[in-house]
């Protein structure tokens, strides 16, 4: 079963700053990669994903992550922190390749962003 | 258009009773899903809805835990004999196709059991 992992279950930055929440995955073949958002008392977005396409995904709200196969990673990235990004942030893998594809959620990253 | 709803958004129960947790999906998804987020467990899936084939139910805790999905689109997910480690949000997901399509997420039902 495919599976990921996420690096940081805490991010702090300021705004206006870079953003990098790490992920990476364990998969025997090129698999599908989401990354969902959780906002404070809200339920799940999906921010990006990835699905073999192109490498580099751009999602919502200016974010972005590049899959990188010989790096088993799919970090997420964003150029400028905004307040409004403030959140929980899961990395997602379906946990088969056919079939039903009941996702698998990474353990998420809180990132809080500095006034 | 509608997105998934879920009802209700909190339920408080005691230990021992049995509750009932609605999900309806958006219009026309055939793929329906229900996961737990718990301070212990993260978020985990539980059962999985495809049309009309048989249910995925691999990721059910114990057998107190139940699901049906009536008439191809609401689904209610049932805990028998509540206990205190069954407190998390339950959340339901829907999605157009099996495949790994965009899954779309209800709000969450907050379930405290005392």
């Known amino acids: 079963a495919q599976s990921v992992t996420q690096l940081d279950s805490h991010v702090s930055v300021s705004e206006g700053t870079p953003v990098l929440l790490r992920c990476n995955y364990s998969?025997?073949?090129?698999?599908?990669l989401f990354w969902y958002v959780q906002h404070p008392n809200k339920g799940l977005q999906l921010l990006l994903k990835?699905?073999?396409?192109?490498?580099l995904v751009k999602g919502i709200n200016g974010f972005e992550a590049e899959f990188k196969k010989s790096e088993t990673s799919f970090h997420l990235t964003k150029p400028s922190a905004h307040m409004s990004d403030a959140a929980e942030y899961f990395c997602v893998v379906p946990r088969a390749q056919t079939g039903a594809n009941n996702l698998f959620f990474g353990t998420g990253t809180r990132l809080t962003v500095i006034p | 258009g509608a997105g998934v709803s879920q009802s209700p958004s909190n339920k408080v129960t005691e230990k021992g009773k049995d509750v009932e947790l609605r999900c309806d999906p958006i219009?026309?998804?055939?793929?329906l899903y229900w996961y737990r987020q718990s301070l212990g467990q993260g978020l985990e899936f539980l059962i999985y809805f495809q049309g009309n084939s048989a249910p995925d139910k691999s990721g059910l805790p114990s057998d107190r835990f139940s699901a049906e999905r009536t008439g191809g689109s609401v689904s209610t997910l049932t805990i028998q004999r509540t206990q205190q480690e069954d407190s998390a949000v339950y959340l339901c997901?829907?999605?157009?196709?099996?495949?790994?399509?965009?899954?779309?997420f209800g709000p969450g039902t907050r379930l405290t059991v005392l």
């Open positions: 219009s026309g998804h055939t793929a």
């Open positions: 997901a829907s999605s157009s196709s099996p495949a790994p399509y965009t899954q779309y």
């Open positions: 990835y699905t073999s396409a192109a490498t």
């Open positions: 998969s025997s073949y090129s698999p599908s």
